[in-house]
C-alpha cells in the first residue's frame, strides 16, 4: 500500500501521469498506477509541479518592514543603512519568529527549498544565530541553505573577514560577497579572490552579490569567471544580481559573456527587487536594471529567478510565491514567447534547484516526494494566474491544502461559476 496517490496530474511537459509516494521518496510514476494508499489526491485537469526553488532571499531581515522605519529614497543604499541599523537592536527571538512566518508563507505556495544570504557584518553575529536554528527547525519540510554575506564589504568592515569565517565554522554552507560595495574596484576583485580560496579550501559553494548597481564599470563578474577557473570551482558558483550588466557596452558584454559561460558561473536576477531599485538616480529614459537573462541563457549559462527581498528595508512588498517573482521577470526580460514563457516556470524550479544543488529533486521515481499540485492546466497557465496551490506535499507529507479560486456570478444568462483558465486549443 503506498501512502499517498495524486492521480491524473498534468506535469509540467504535458503529460498525464500518477504519481505514487512511500515514506519520504516518489515510489512510482506512471500513465495509471493501480493499487491502495492511505490518502488519494484527485489532480485531473491539475498542474503538478515539483516544489518551488528560491535561491537568493534574506531570511535574517524579512517582515521587518517599517524597521526601524520606511526607506523614504526607495535606494539600495538606504535600505543596506536601515538594515545597519535594524540588526543591532532586532533580537535572536524576534528575526527567529519573522523567519518561521515567512517559511509558513513559503509552505503554503510550494516554495520548499530556499538560500538566504545572512549578514555576517556584525560581531554579535545575532543574525548567524538566528538563522542556524530556524534551519533546523524548518528541516522537516523546508530545505534551507545559509551563505555567509558580508553586508557592509569583506574588507570594509574591521572584522568582516573574521565573522564570515566564524559563521563558516558555525555551519553556514555557503561563501557569499559583496565586491561592488568594498572601498575601492581593487579591494573588491581581490576580495573575490580571497573569498573563492576559502571556499576552495573547504569544499563550499560561492554565491556572490555580484554588480548589483547603475555603474556599467562595476565588473566584479569579470574577475569571479577567473577566478572561478583558477581555483576549479566551475559549477559552484553564482553570481547574483549582475545588474550592471544592463548598462554595459555591447562590445564589451560580447567578450563577457563567453567568459562566464567557460566558467560554468550561474547567474540569478532577482526581478521584483532588480526593477525596484536600480535606475533610481536616472531620469528619463530609466534603466531597468535587470540583466541580460535571455542573452546568457542562448550561452548556455543557467539563469534562475530569485526572490531577494519580502516586507524589509529593501521592498515592502511581497508573498513568498516564486510565481510572483516569475511574472515579472517575464515582462521585464520580455520572454513572452510560449517556449521563453514555460521557462520561466522552469526557472523558479528545476534550473534553481540545479543552480543550489539540491539533491533528489524532482518528479521522478527515487526522488524526495514533494511536489505541488496548482489550480492550473499548464505552467504558462500558472504563471498567468499565480493560481491556489491545491495541495503541498513535502517529503512525502501534505502539509498544505486551498481551496480552488473560483469566483460565482450572479448574471441573468451567464455561467454560475467562473475558472480563469485559458480556453483550451
Known amino acids: 500500500m503506498f501512502d499517498l496517490l495524486v492521480k491524473g496530474g498534468t506535469l509540467p511537459d504535458g503529460t498525464v ?107 554579535h553575529l545575532n543574525t548567524v544565530t538566528a538563522m542556524l536554528e530556524v534551519r533546523e527547525k524548518v528541516k522537516d519540510y523546508i530545505d534551507l541553505q545559509l551563505v555567509a554575506f558580508p553586508q557592509d564589504g569583506l574588507y570594509r568592515t574591521p572584522t568582516g573577514r573574521e565573522n564570515l569565517i566564524r559563521a563558516l565554522d558555525m555551519g553556514v554552507e555557503v561563501v557569499g560577497g559583496i565586491p561592488h560595495f568594498e572601498r575601492t574596484m581593487a579591494d573588491g576583485a581581490e576580495s573575490l579572490a580571497d573569498l573563492c580560496e576559502i571556499a576552495a579550501e573547504r569544499g563550499l559553494r560561492v554565491d556572490i552579490h555580484c554588480d548589483e548597481t547603475d555603474d556599467p564599470m562595476s565588473r566584479h563578474i569579470e574577475t569571479l569567471a577567473f577566478e572561478t577557473q583558477r581555483l576549479g570551482l566551475q559549477g559552484r558558483v553564482v553570481g547574483s544580481h549582475l545588474t550592471s550588466m544592463h548598462s554595459m557596452d555591447n562590445y564589451y558584454v560580447s567578450k563577457l559573456l563567453p567568459l562566464i559561460a567557460e566558467a560554468g558561473i550561474s547567474a540569478i536576477p532577482n526581478p521584483l527587487i532588480n526593477i525596484v531599485l536600480q535606475g533610481r538616480h536616472d531620469t528619463f529614459p530609466k534603466r531597468r536594471g535587470l540583466t541580460r537573462v535571455k542573452e546568457m541563457q542562448s550561452m548556455g549559462i543557467p539563469v534562475g529567478w530569485g526572490q531577494d527581498c519580502v516586507l524589509d528595508p529593501w521592498y515592502s512588498l511581497g508573498t513568498a510565491d516564486m510565481l510572483d517573482v516569475a511574472f515579472m521577470g517575464m515582462h521585464v526580460a520580455q520572454m513572452t514567447h510560449p517556449e521563453e514563457m514555460a521557462r520561466c516556470f522552469t526557472m523558479v524550479t528545476e534550473t534553481n534547484a540545479r543552480i543550489i544543488g ?68
Not at 496551490?389 to 498544505?400: D, E, M, P, T
Request: glycine share 8%; with cysteine; proline share 7%.
Open 17 to 123: 501521469a500518477d504519481i505514487a509516494i512511500t515514506g519520504d521518496r516518489i515510489a512510482e510514476i506512471a500513465p495509471k498506477i493501480e493499487g491502495e494508499a492511505r490518502e488519494v489526491i484527485d489532480a485531473a485537469g491539475d498542474l503538478v509541479s515539483p516544489p518551488f526553488v528560491d535561491p537568493h532571499f534574506h531570511l535574517d531581515a524579512t517582515l521587518s518592514y517599517g524597521l526601524p522605519r520606511v526607506n523614504a529614497s526607495g535606494t539600495l543604499l538606504e535600505g543596506i543603512s536601515l538594515w545597519g541599523e535594524l540588526r543591532e537592536i532586532a533580537t535572536v527571538e524576534e528575526m527567529v519568529e519573522r523567519a518561521l512566518q515567512y517559511c509558513d508563507w513559503a509552505a503554503s505556495t510550494g516554495l520548499l527549498a530556499i538560500r538566504s544570504h545572512v549578514d555576517t557584518t556584525p560581531d
Open 358 to 425: 539540491l539533491e533528489d529533486y524532482g518528479l521522478k521515481k527515487g526522488a524526495k516526494a514533494s511536489l505541488v499540485v496548482l489550480d492550473a492546466a499548464s505552467p504558462v497557465d500558472a504563471l498567468r494566474l499565480r493560481p491556489a496551490r491545491l495541495a503541498v506535499v513535502s517529503k512525502g507529507k501534505v502539509i498544505a491544502r486551498a481551496p480552488r479560486g473560483d469566483s460565482g456570478l450572479s448574471i441573468p444568462g451567464r455561467p454560475e461559476n467562473v475558472r480563469r483558465r485559458a480556453p483550451r486549443r
